[in-house]
């Protein structure tokens, strides 16, 4: 099993939809949760931190559900701007982070 | 906003000759690390460094694989016996404490092995 796994899409959805991607891990001793955003050979951009009570920011809520190991994130009324590849990123103890393939996220006007 | 800056942004070395990769940490941030993407594949941990060691290594970071802290500023990644299957994208990343939290990272240098 992967460490980490994201349904690789690709999403293609209009501008103002709402979009959800999800993410499992397979190290139940993970002990802290990022999505990420990377444009084409750009660099991995923090999005946000996950916390177990989930957080939201702005259009950008994410959840972390550890008993079924499992995270997600959820974009509201999407923007062209919002393309981009979506990184489900895990810290499993140490200090490395383990990286998912990635979701792909294509909005078109 | 302070940033991870990178040096060179794209590298082209002949396969069997060294290459350094040159990185400057945001300042007041303590760990710092490596990681590389294959085109068309995932970033991957490389090593991470913190106090003026090697506080974690994955696999792919072989004995042909070095990093230094020179001075106060610079954290430079030095191939020693570069292959065809080192050209990626390496990324340097710094962070204010361990990998509990989020991780900065540089816009990256291309390696080109030819």
């Known amino acids: 099993r992967k460490e980490v796994e994201q349904d690789p899409g690709p999403f293609n959805v209009p501008e103002g939809a709402t979009v959800a991607f999800n993410c499992t891990y397979s190290?139940?001793?993970?002990?802290?949760f990022f999505w990420y955003r990377q444009d084409c050979r750009k660099e991995p951009k923090l999005l946000m931190s996950?916390?177990?009570s989930g957080n939201e920011d702005g259009r950008f809520t994410a959840q972390l559900n550890r008993a079924s190991q499992y995270i997600s994130l959820l974009i509201r009324d999407s923007k062209l701007s919002d393309s981009a590849t979506y990184l489900c990123v895990v810290n499993a103890g140490g200090n490395k982070l383990v990286f998912g393939a990635g979701t792909i996220l294509r909005v078109k006007s | 906003e302070p940033e991870v800056t990178q040096t060179p942004s794209h590298q082209v070395t002949q396969m069997g000759q060294e290459v350094i990769l040159r990185c400057v940490p945001i300042?007041?941030?303590?760990?710092f690390y490596w990681y590389r993407q294959i085109l068309g594949q995932k970033v991957e941990f490389l090593v991470s460094?913190?106090?003026?060691?090697?506080?974690?290594k994955s696999e792919i970071f072989d004995d042909q694989f070095s990093v230094e802290r020179p001075d106060g500023s610079n954290f430079t990644l030095k191939i020693r016996s570069t292959k065809l299957e080192d050209s990626a994208m390496y990324f340097c990343a710094s962070s204010s404490q361990g990998a509990n939290q989020p991780q900065h990272f540089g816009d990256g240098t291309r390696l080109s092995i030819l």
């Open positions: 300042s007041n941030h303590l760990y």
């Open positions: 996950v916390y177990s």
């Open positions: 190290n139940s001793a993970s002990q802290s």
């Open positions: 460094f913190y106090n003026n060691e090697i506080s974690e």
